[in-house]
């Protein structure tokens, strides 16, 4: 509670400095809460090779996918990384493993909050066959691309999955720890552009990002690959 007197000065400078004082500590507790996600897009698969909408649908890694995951693991070697985590589906579970293994860490851990989004109608096909086969929800998805198609899952509900399990993943480890989370193109953009308010542009398979979380909220997201 601010306290004031009438006669002016010095329950005035007490608010001040006591005001002065806390905003200092939190600044200084921020650093403290501190941890870093190195947040990064699983290997290519040959849904990806066929630009087809991959969504929930479980597709394995080619061995380009496996090749792209060991240069990722080359891209994180040195950082002082102490777990890897990934999405429950196989391309990203595969790809965290393979890193893993490179780079001694334990065995994986699973975040379904890292899931891809839901494309409903269209998983499967590509571009071209959703235009043909459904034009109307395709022109709708092509004009404003956080309408979904039926079946599948709203822009709001993915970012908000999105940044709950990125805060799990970072919060399961001691202040300071740096981590690896394997998830997806799509839900990778839409969590960054919810913290930045900009969305990137697609990401090619081995993308990586540095994230940055401050107890419970997010601080900068830095493009690393």
């Known amino acids: 509670m601010l306290l004031i007197d009438g006669g002016g ?21 921020i650093p403290t809460m501190r941890r870093l996600v190195y947040l990064a ?29 060991r240069a990722l693991a080359q891209a994180l070697r040195g950082r002082p990384l102490v777990a890897a985590w990934a999405s429950d589906l196989a391309r990203a579970r595969e790809t965290a493993e393979i890193v893993a293994g ?32 459904f034009p109307e929800e395709w022109a709708r998805h092509r004009e404003d691309p956080r309408r979904v198609p039926p079946g599948g899952e709203p822009h709001e509900r993915v970012v908000q999955r999105m940044r709950a399990g990125l ?15 394997v998830s997806h193109g799509g839900a990778i953009r839409m969590l960054v552009a919810s913290i930045t ?23 900068g997201v830095e493009r690393l690959g």
């Open 9 to 29: 000065g010095a329950a005035h400078a007490t608010s001040a400095r006591t005001a002065s004082g806390s905003a200092r500590d939190m600044a200084d507790m």
């Open 41 to 69: 897009r699983h290997g290519e698969t040959e849904w990806n090779r066929a630009g087809r909408w991959q969504g929930q649908t479980d597709i394995p890694l080619t061995d380009a996918g496996r090749e792209q995951a």
């Open 102 to 133: 490179a780079l001694g860490l334990p065995p994986v851990a699973l975040e379904p909050g890292l899931r891809e989004r839901a494309y409903g109608l269209f998983e499967g096909l590509t571009r071209e066959e959703c235009e043909l086969r």
């Open 167 to 181: 805060r799990r993943v970072a919060l399961t480890h001691d202040v300071h720890a740096e981590v690896l989370a």
């Open 197 to 219: 308010g900009e969305l990137p542009p697609p990401l090619p398979n081995g993308a990586l990002f540095r994230v940055e979380v401050l107890g419970e909220d997010f601080g």
